[in-house]
């Protein structure tokens, strides 16, 4: 027999943790990530460079390196400052997991906030005109019709984006976090079975992306039922 | 420049350019297979290139990478003795690196080129076929030429994370340039420094394949008349 997989049943309790370690992961950096890209997201669309240009420059920067070298640059670089180390928040800087969220929001926040400008460009014409016409001001404009009808028109690829940081959370392992990939890494490394130990981190994943896919979908169906295809 | 480690870095910059490039060439051509087996009219082909595309993009990059190269290297050594090699094979990381990244990026790069074959109007491969074209004929004549200007968007994207992905390969012990930043940053302990030369790098090469792409998307655009709106 060429496939072991004995030892991968005894250590499934370490996988089963690995993917709460996952998905706490994933829930805060997505939360985070999403408070910070509704301002940034705003600022994309203003028309006023001062307030266009620092949005661009931060989403174009973090849209334009690896994830990896954030992540590395936040938990090793970081450290290479006395001031860093020496500061009350020093504790924090110095958690792999607290560096890892904070890295992952970041990312997150970039793409949301581009697709948020996107959706918020995409809004007909004729609703803002009639918000006007009814004489809403600017941050009623907002907060009533264009945030609303834009968040919800965002759903779909957010949905996208949220897949995608399930999967860039899987760099929490290089920075010695026991997630469903460090789970994988630790049962490898101890009985050296790459191959068994590597398809079951795989298939978890993969149980994941079907969920998320899952879950958006119904979310689209409740928020979006006003835009699917008439039925014949 | 960067005490010394400025051109072991550029070094490192230069062989992820080749590792993107090579990694890139064989997600092509196995993201125009997958696209020919998901829109293929035979059952089994669809549903073969359906599973490929839709198990590679549901697993993260670096779990792939890691279960293919330790995976991999591990299934070879364990086939190997039973064809009666006895030898303990080692495989170059530069060429699993540009396989596995291969094999990756083809089930994104089929999804953006089945899109585009979609995109192209049924009459044209009917007016090939009229013009008594095979299959084959109709395919790398009418279809491939016309996808391309479909395909640029979704491809540039595609490009760009292939790009940036490849700084995982340094997990598995490729010297790509992000590699030689932690060795560096490890000799010198300033890796704030190296880590900001390197992000400062992939920067340089995201821009300049934007700016090229958007180049050649213009060319390809040629004669196209856009809605304007």
Same mark, same amino acid.
């Given at each position: 027999?060429?496939?072991?997989?004995?030892?991968?049943?005894?250590?499934?309790?370490?996988?089963?943790?690995?993917?709460?370690?996952?998905?706490?992961?994933?829930?805060?950096?997505?939360?985070?990530?999403?408070?910070?890209?509704?301002?940034?997201?705003?600022?994309?669309?203003?028309?006023?460079?001062?307030?266009?240009?620092?949005?661009?420059?931060?989403?174009?920067?973090?849209?334009?390196?690896?994830?990896?070298?954030?992540?590395?640059?936040?938990?090793?670089?970081?450290?290479?400052?006395?001031?860093?180390?020496?500061?009350?928040?020093?504790?924090?800087?110095?958690?792999?997991?607290?560096?890892?969220?904070?890295?992952?929001?970041?990312?997150?926040?970039?793409?949301?906030?581009?697709?948020?400008?996107?959706?918020?460009?995409?809004?007909?014409?004729?609703?803002?005109?009639?918000?006007?016409?009814?004489?809403?001001?600017?941050?009623?404009?907002?907060?009533?019709?264009?945030?609303?009808?834009?968040?919800?028109?965002?759903?779909?690829?957010?949905?996208?984006?949220?897949?995608?940081?399930?999967?860039?959370?899987?760099?929490?392992?290089?920075?010695?976090?026991?997630?469903?990939?460090?789970?994988?890494?630790?049962?490898?490394?101890?009985?050296?079975?790459?191959?068994?130990?590597?398809?079951?981190?795989?298939?978890?994943?993969?149980?994941?992306?079907?969920?998320?896919?899952?879950?958006?979908?119904?979310?689209?169906?409740?928020?979006?039922?006003?835009?699917?295809?008439?039925?014949? | 420049?960067?005490?010394?480690?400025?051109?072991?870095?550029?070094? %490192? &910059?230069? =062989?992820?350019?080749?590792?993107?490039?090579?990694? /890139? #060439?064989?997600?092509?051509?196995?993201?125009?297979? *997958? @696209?020919?087996?998901?829109?293929?009219?035979?059952?089994?082909?669809?549903?073969?290139?359906?599973?490929?595309?839709?198990?590679?993009?549901?697993?993260?990059?670096?779990?792939?990478?890691?279960?293919?190269?330790?995976?991999?290297?591990?299934?070879?050594?364990?086939?190997?003795?039973?064809?009666?090699?006895?030898?303990?094979?080692?495989?170059?990381?530069?060429?699993?690196?540009?396989?596995?990244?291969?094999?990756?990026? %083809? &089930?994104? =790069?089929?999804?953006?080129?089945?899109?585009?074959? /979609? #995109?192209?109007?049924?009459?044209?491969?009917?007016? *090939? @076929?009229?013009?008594?074209?095979?299959?084959?004929?109709?395919?790398?004549?009418?279809?491939?030429?016309?996808?391309?200007?479909?395909?640029?968007?979704?491809?540039?994207?595609?490009?760009?994370?292939?790009?940036?992905?490849?700084?995982?390969?340094?997990?598995?012990?490729?010297?790509?340039?992000?590699?030689?930043?932690?060795?560096?940053?490890?000799?010198?302990?300033?890796?704030?420094?190296?880590?900001?030369?390197?992000?400062?790098?992939? =920067?340089?090469?995201?821009?300049?394949?934007?700016?090229?792409?958007?180049?050649?998307?213009?060319?390809?655009?040629?004669?196209?008349?856009?809605?304007?709106?």
């Amino acid at each position: 027999m060429i496939f072991d997989y004995t030892v991968i049943w005894e250590n499934l309790p370490l996988y089963i943790s690995g993917v709460g370690v996952t998905l706490k992961i994933l829930l805060i950096s997505l939360a985070c990530g999403l408070a910070l890209a509704i301002p940034l997201g705003l600022m994309r669309v203003s028309k006023s460079p001062l307030v266009n240009f620092p949005a661009w420059l931060y989403t174009y920067v973090i849209r334009g390196t690896p994830m990896l070298v954030q992540l590395f640059l936040i938990y090793y670089g970081l450290a290479q400052f006395e001031a860093v180390r020496e500061s009350v928040l020093w504790p924090y800087f110095s958690s792999a997991t607290f560096c890892a969220c904070l890295a992952f929001a970041i990312n997150t926040s970039a793409y949301s906030a581009e697709i948020l400008a996107g959706s918020l460009k995409a809004t007909p014409h004729g609703e803002i005109e009639a918000a006007k016409a009814m004489g809403m001001s600017r941050f009623k404009l907002y907060r009533r019709i264009l945030l609303p009808s834009a968040l919800r028109r965002a759903l779909p690829q957010y949905s996208n984006e949220v897949i995608m940081m399930l999967h860039t959370t899987s760099l929490a392992s290089i920075v010695t976090l026991i997630d469903i990939t460090g789970a994988a890494r630790t049962v490898s490394s101890q009985y050296y079975l790459p191959f068994e130990a590597f398809i079951t981190a795989g298939l978890f994943y993969l149980c994941l992306t079907f969920i998320l896919v899952r879950l958006f979908k119904l979310a689209e169906r409740r928020w979006l039922a006003y835009l699917a295809p008439r039925k014949a | 420049m960067l005490n010394g480690y400025g051109s072991t870095i550029l070094d %490192g &910059a230069w =062989l992820t350019l080749i590792l993107a490039l090579t990694s /890139m #060439a064989v997600a092509i051509v196995l993201g125009l297979l *997958g @696209a020919a087996f998901r829109l293929s009219p035979i059952k089994w082909l669809a549903l073969l290139g359906e599973t490929y595309a839709t198990v590679i993009r549901g697993i993260p990059d670096l779990v792939l990478i890691l279960l293919i190269f330790y995976g991999g290297q591990d299934m070879v050594n364990r086939l190997a003795p039973m064809l009666g090699y006895d030898d303990y094979i080692d495989i170059n990381p530069f060429i699993a690196g540009v396989f596995t990244m291969g094999f990756i990026f %083809g &089930a994104y =790069l089929s999804e953006t080129f089945r899109g585009a074959f /979609m #995109a192209i109007p049924k009459g044209q491969a009917e007016a *090939g @076929a009229a013009y008594g074209m095979n299959g084959m004929q109709v395919f790398f004549r009418i279809l491939v030429p016309q996808m391309i200007r479909f395909a640029i968007p979704g491809f540039t994207n595609n490009w760009l994370v292939l790009t940036k992905a490849t700084a995982l390969i340094s997990v598995v012990g490729l010297q790509d340039m992000m590699f030689k930043a932690k060795s560096a940053a490890d000799a010198t302990r300033e890796p704030f420094t190296f880590y900001l030369a390197v992000a400062a790098l992939y =920067l340089v090469l995201t821009s300049v394949s934007l700016l090229a792409l958007r180049y050649l998307e213009k060319r390809y655009s040629v004669g196209i008349k856009a809605a304007d709106l």
